[in-house]
């Protein structure tokens, strides 16, 4: 995360400047540099909407990559359905045949 933070950071010119621009200190912007500190979800978006899309919400947040990559599988598991016995695709009991 630290090179997407200094991408961030090269985008506003100095920390004092990316703090500026998303309404924390200079001191917060340091501490996501250092990894002292995550970059919230609200400050990720933020950043991406002032940047641009220059900087990636996803680039800065892991928990909005982790979202993104779970939507992306979603998109590629509906090509490829699995049914199972169960109600919302859940294995039904009943339907498991378990060794004497």
């Not at 940047?51 to 509906?78: F, M, N, W």
Request: glycine fraction near 8%; include cysteine.
């Amino acid at each position: 995360m630290a090179v997407n933070i200094s991408a961030l950071i090269n985008h506003f010119g100095s920390q004092s400047k990316t703090g500026e621009a998303l309404g924390v200190s200079q001191a917060t912007v340091s501490y996501w540099l250092s990894g002292l500190q995550k970059v919230s979800p609200e400050k990720a978006l933020l950043a991406e909407i002032v940047t641009h899309g220059a900087i990636k919400a996803s680039a800065l947040c892991d928990l909005i990559a982790q979202v993104e990559a779970r939507h992306k599988v979603g998109e590629y598991s509906s090509e490829f359905p699995i049914s199972a016995s169960g109600p919302h695709g859940s294995v039904c009991a009943s339907s498991i045949e378990v060794a004497p």
